[in-house]
Nanobody
Framework: QVQLVESGGGLVQPGGSLRLSCVHSSAIVAAYDMGWYRQAPGKQREFVASISPGRTTYYADSVKGRFTISRANGKNTVYLQMNSLKPEDTAVYYC????????WGQGTQVTVSS
């Protein structure tokens, strides 16, 4: 079973930046599309971004142009660079296999507030 550990969240002011990291326990993850998802209080988990093994990327319209997903297969890590953060980006952020998730990790809290 693949284990996923997210980190890098925190409290940031509107307009600020954060870089999230997702370390996975197995090198087989390099063969799969990976995604970032988020869940705000009282809302369902939603798709944020995904990246294929060939580094083709997709983004939700709400984050397009502000967020960048990347991966470093040699480090078993997927990243999410978040710029120009808005209060509505506040959520717990998770990474997982896109479309067919493994067990979810604990996520990392991102709070955008002045």
């Amino acid at each position: 079973q693949v284990q996923l550990v997210e980190s890098g969240g925190g409290l940031v002011q509107p307009g600020g930046s954060l870089r999230l990291s997702c370390v996975h326990s197995s090198a087989i993850v390099a063969a799969y599309d990976m995604g970032w998802y988020r869940q705000a209080p009282g809302k369902q988990r939603e798709f944020v971004a995904s990246i294929s093994p060939g580094r083709t990327t997709y983004y939700a319209d709400s984050v397009k142009g502000r967020f960048t997903i990347s991966r470093a297969n040699g480090k078993n890590t997927v990243y999410l660079q978040m710029n120009s953060l808005k209060p509505e980006d506040t959520a717990v952020y998770y990474c997982n296999r896109a479309g067919a998730p493994w067990a979810w990790g604990q996520g990392t809290q991102v709070t955008v507030s002045s």
